[in-house]
């Protein structure tokens, strides 16, 4: 019997190691067609799950029901599982190198307790060769087991996209790949049964990697296109968000924003296709330009803001500023590389006061993570506003709310442009 139809059968388990913001509506998308289960290494986390809730407020408490899953930290429960989804973080450490440790350490996992005829697909972003070269050697020495022939392993790179309720896991096609054809089969039609998209079947596991690393990198190198163009209109007192909207009319014109390029994906990834470039002595051009941008924007903006205020005849040493929104994108609790930190930061250098209010971060995790406090709601008066991050509850917000907090008409920093044409009596400044 193939592993597809003992996974469709339940007569073997799926387990899923990693149950953040990928692993987790994964795990849960499985539960509801196969026996799950989910190994993580965060008890606090498992209990809110066992509680029938998500931790990273993505998912809706009915996703829970009549779901067969077992949450669990222990590899004698994971032991039980045949197929093995690894989606544990990829990050970079403080020189911007990739940190593999959260990898290795499930692959650690995965290999103590891997068997005959399992197998293992990893979803976390990696550089291409990765899958190869630095996990399943660690797979073989731990387990015993040759790969391809005792196990078989594959490929298939996370498509979430947190706070996006449109593009969802089940409706969005997903790039699969093996180590054999036998492999690839088995991997498609399993991935297939909680895709409504279905599968695209990469030829090799090293393109399906670099698939889904250039996947974010263009991003980013758009992103970067448009915030130098926006520190350079802002030179000659050009409106960006004008320009695109004028641009924009042009059927092939690609309509990218500036702003902030945090998170756990774009503002990472690029890193790990710029180590792999290294080892194979090229140094990539655009690429690293384009993150020295994107990484540079936080200073810039808490720049603009200390010469706004200095301009307005008020000092910088002691002014007063709130902060509105601190995860690193809008309507998620992800607080992760948080790019308005460094506006925060920057601030705070020149010796300015500043208050952060959010309504979808975890005071706790803020203060864990960068050492700072979240205010419950806005303590006015303050000499500049900056509006950093576009949660809903900010959309709507009128001039007089922002007039209400501030001290004489104010100063509001519009990152994102969302009250663009909107402000009449404060000084106005966005990307």
């Known amino acids: 019997m193939a592993i597809y139809d003992e996974i469709l059968s339940k007569n073997a388990k799926i387990g899923v190691i990693g149950l953040g913001y990928v692993g987790l509506p994964l795990a849960m998308a499985f539960a509801h067609k196969s026996s799950v289960i989910g190994f993580d290494i965060n008890e606090e986390h498992l209990n809110v799950m066992r509680g029938g809730k998500d931790p990273c407020r993505e998912l809706d408490d009915s996703v829970f029901e ?85 196990f078989k392993f594959g490929y298939s790179p996370e498509r979430i996209n947190p706070g996006d309720k449109q593009h969802t896991l089940e409706n969005t096609k997903k790039i699969v790949s093996g180590c054999d054809s036998e492999s690839l089969d088995n991997i498609a039609n399993i991935y297939s049964m909680v895709l409504e998209k279905g599968v695209h079947r990469a030829p090799t596991i090293k393109v399906a990697e670099a698939a889904k690393i250039i996947e974010n990198t263009q991003r980013d190198v758009n992103i970067a296109l448009m915030n130098e163009l926006s520190i350079l209109f802002g030179r000659m007192g050009i409106n960006t968000y004008d320009v695109l909207d004028a641009a924009g009319t042009k059927w092939n014109f690609l309509k990218f924003f500036p702003g902030l390029v945090g998170g756990h994906c774009i503002g990472v990834d690029p890193y790990y296709l710029v180590h792999k470039a290294a080892e194979l002595k090229y140094h990539t051009q655009v690429i690293s330009a384009g993150r020295f941008v994107n990484d540079s924007m936080g200073g810039y903006i808490g720049k603009n803001v200390v010469k706004k205020i200095i301009a307005s005849g008020k000092p910088a040493m002691k002014s007063r500023v709130l902060v509105m929104g601190i995860t690193f994108k809008e309507n998620v609790a992800d607080i992760r590389n948080s790019k308005v930190v460094d506006i925060i930061h920057e601030l705070q250098d020149f010796g300015v006061i500043v208050d952060i209010v959010d309504p979808y971060a975890d005071p706790d995790e803020v203060k864990k993570c960068y050492g700072l406090t979240l205010k419950a709601k806005p303590e006015g008066p303050y000499n500049a506003i900056v509006a950093a991050v576009a949660h809903t509850p900010y959309l709507n917000l009128t001039e007089d709310y922002f007039l209400n907090l501030s001290v004489g008409n104010g100063i509001l920093f519009d990152i994102k442009g969302l009250y663009r044409q909107k402000i009449k009596k404060m000084t106005y400044w966005s990307l």
């Open 66 to 150: 009549n779901a067969d899953i077992l949450f669990t930290s222990s590899l004698d429960d994971l032991a039980k599982a045949k197929f093995y989804i690894v989606a544990v973080p990829t990050p970079i450490d403080k020189n911007n190198k990739p940190d593999l440790k959260p990898l290795i350490s499930a692959t650690q996992s995965v290999g103590k307790v891997l068997k005959k005829g399992d197998y293992v697909v990893y979803e976390s972003t990696v550089y291409p060769g990765c899958t190869e070269e630095d996990c399943v050697p660690v797979l073989e020495k731990l387990s015993g087991l040759k790969a391809g022939s005792d």
